[in-house]
């Protein structure tokens, strides 16, 4: 299986604090893909980050990569209340796999 | 900015039911798929379709599940017998490429009672 795994399944951190995510996985990937999902709402992405690449940056979301290890992170910095939501990472395989596989998540909450 | 979207967004039903979730995916893309979460778990694979086909399908996917493009811009999961445990959130999502982020609905909570 490619799932991801996240750690931790939940953290609740004090606004304007950092959160990190961390994310594993166990076979060869295409890419690896943060999404975000509000309660009761559908999935966001957030940031991709392809198998050649080790760090990308979005906003205040910082994506690494380390295929040796087969894991990631996703760092939030200055957090906000409004960052409060679950966080999936997802794996694309380079089989010809035409599927997303995602992680069990972390939920986060930002307390202000 | 164009998007997914899902109706119903909420449907009850009984065991042994059928049940049909609608999908209009954004206009331009090619591949779809299918998601399922079940209520604070994670979001598994159903089945994916590209070209009017089935691309790929979990062992969720079993024969109670069909899914259909009819037309050009609906797509369509049918659940043939219902049962306690198909409840869940499903989402549907689609892409212009598979190796491009997937853009999902808000998707359909289906209660089966």
């Known amino acids: 299986s490619q799932q991801g795994e996240e750690d931790p399944q939940a953290l609740s951190i004090q606004e304007g604090e950092n959160a990190t995510m961390n994310c594993s996985y166990k076979t060869s990937i295409n890419n690896l893909q943060w999404y975000r999902q509000n309660s009761g709402r559908g999935l966001v992405h957030l940031i991709l980050i392809r198998s050649n690449e080790r760090e990308k940056h979005s906003g205040r979301l910082r994506v690494t990569l380390d295929t040796s290890k087969k894991s990631s992170s996703l760092l939030i910095t200055a957090s906000r209340a409004a960052d409060t939501a679950s966080y999936f990472c997802?794996?694309?395989?380079?089989?010809?796999?035409?599927?997303?596989?995602f992680g069990q998540g972390t939920r986060l909450t930002i307390n202000p | 900015e164009p998007e997914v979207t899902q109706t119903p967004s909420h449907q009850v039903t009984q065991m042994g039911q059928e049940v049909i979730l609608r999908c209009v995916p954004i206009s331009n893309h090619l591949y779809f798929y299918w998601y399922r979460q079940i209520l604070g778990q994670k979001v598994e694979f159903l089945v994916s379709?590209?070209?009017?086909?089935?691309?790929?399908k979990s062992e969720i996917f079993d024969d109670q599940f069909s899914v259909e493009r009819p037309d050009g811009s609906n797509f369509t999961l049918k659940i043939r017998s219902t049962k306690l445990e198909d409840s869940a959130m499903y989402f549907c999502?689609?892409?212009?490429?598979?190796?491009?982020?997937?853009?999902f609905g808000n998707g359909t909570r289906l209660t089966v009672t």
């Open positions: 997802a794996t694309n395989g380079n089989q010809g796999a035409q599927k997303l596989v």
């Open positions: 379709f590209y070209n009017n086909e089935i691309s790929e």
């Open positions: 999502a689609s892409t212009q490429d598979p190796n491009s982020p997937l853009h």
